[in-house]
T-cell receptor, first 113, second 112 residues
Framework: DAGITQSPRHKVTETGTPVTLRCHQTENHRYMYWYRQDPGHGLRLIHYSYGVKDTDKGEVSDGYSVSRSKTEDFLLTLESATSSQTSVYFC????????????FGQGTRLTVV | GENVEQHPSTLSVQEGDSAVIKCTYS??????FPWYKQELGKRPQLIID?????GEKKDQRIAVTLNKTAKHFSLHITETQPEDSAVYFC???????????FGTGTRLTVIP
């Protein structure tokens, strides 16, 4: 398996609190992504990064922000968590050459109560 | 942006039969089409992929076909086994930062 680790693996938080999820890779891949997975919706892209300090929005970015200060770390922050953000969050990495495989982390199950 | 549609959402087959999952995409610039398998509680993992310069690719019991003109691609699993039971996702990519756009998934159940 590719060296990609997500933390925490599970989290329960209250509505209105900030939450940060971490993705750490040891593959030195250029591209990193945050997806959320919900029943009936598959995997939807939240934000992605194409280099240190280079990030952009995906298809469901509202309510989320990201940061990438080092190649190996990509942080996803929910500034003020809402119940609609209860989901399983997956980080993925890719070498970034045209059209290469994306490797996924183990996922983080986030519950907002 | 890209829109990927996947059918069926659920599929049950008898062990030993074949299973076919179909996807369509909207962006004619897409040129990479991977398939991921996700077992319960696990991460998605790549099982096969195809690029736009190829019409078909096979890996043992798994094959993928691509029709660029019609903008659809399919996953074929032959001689299904109980361990093939999982959720399968198709995806498409080709423009921008290597982003993958996923279908909504197919839950395959292989009945022993």
């Amino acid at each position: 398996d590719a060296g990609i680790t997500q933390s925490p693996r599970h989290k329960v938080t209250e509505t209105g609190t900030p939450v940060t999820l971490r993705c750490h890779q040891t593959e030195n891949h250029r591209y990193m992504y945050w997806y959320r997975q919900d029943p009936g919706h598959g995997l939807r892209l939240i934000h992605y990064s194409y280099g240190v300090k280079d990030t952009d929005k995906g298809e469901v970015s509202d309510g989320y922000s990201v940061s990438r200060s080092k190649t190996e770390d990509f942080l996803l922050t929910l500034e003020s968590a809402t119940s609609s953000q209860t989901s399983v969050y997956f980080c993925a990495i890719s070498a970034g050459q045209p059209n290469t495989e994306a490797f996924f982390g183990q996922g983080t199950r986030l519950t907002v109560v | 942006g890209e829109n990927v549609e996947q059918h069926p959402s659920t599929l049950s087959v008898q062990e030993g039969d074949s299973a076919v999952i179909k996807c369509t995409y909207s962006d004619s610039a897409s040129n990479y089409f991977p398939w991921y398998k996700q077992e319960l509680g696990k991460r998605p993992q790549l099982i096969i992929d195809i690029r736009s310069n190829v019409g078909e690719k096979k890996d043992q019991r798994i094959a993928v076909t691509l029709n660029k003109t019609a903008k659809h691609f399919s996953l074929h699993i032959t001689e299904t086994q109980p361990e093939d039971s999982a959720v399968y996702f198709c995806a498409a990519s080709g423009s921008g930062a290597n982003n993958l756009f996923f279908g909504t998934g197919t839950r395959l159940t292989v009945i022993p």
